[in-house]
């Protein structure tokens, strides 16, 4: 069973940044698929950004292209979402995801085979 812990989120003035990191268990993690996922109180959970087991092929949802930036370190064992100019509407609980196919970065959600627990991030204005 993979575990996947979250980390980084908190408390930001509206035009700010947050990187979140995202740690992964075992020895497979240059295998897997990589996304991360947000959930605002009363709305279903939405997708962020993905990228495949290299970090080389990457998409990002509308509404938060050229703010926000995915990336890996596979040697790490960890994923990483770069937020910049933070908007109050990025408020929410920030999930990151693991899909065992390393090629399947463009999957809705409840394919993903394993989720973290997730880290809140909080944007004022």
């Known amino acids: 069973q993979v575990q996947l812990v979250e980390s980084g989120g908190g408390l930001v003035q509206a035009g700010g940044s947050l990187r979140l990191s995202c740690a992964a268990s075992?020895?497979?993690?240059?295998?897997?698929?990589m996304g991360w996922f947000r959930q605002a109180p009363g709305k279903e959970r939405e997708f962020v950004a993905s990228?495949?087991?290299?970090?080389?092929?990457?998409y990002y949802a509308d509404s938060v292209k050229g703010r926000f930036t995915i990336s890996r370190d596979n040697a790490k064992n960890t994923a990483y979402l770069q937020m910049n100019s933070l908007k109050p509407e990025d408020t929410a609980v920030y999930y990151c995801?693991?899909?065992?196919?390393?090629?399947?970065?463009?999957?809705?959600?409840?394919?993903?085979?394993?989720w973290g627990q997730g880290t809140q991030v909080t944007v004022s204005s």
């Open positions: 995801a693991a899909d065992r196919d390393g090629s399947y970065y463009l999957i809705p959600l409840d394919e993903y085979d394993y």
């Open positions: 075992g020895r497979t993690f240059s295998n897997y698929a």
């Open positions: 990228m495949d087991w290299s970090g080389t092929n990457t």
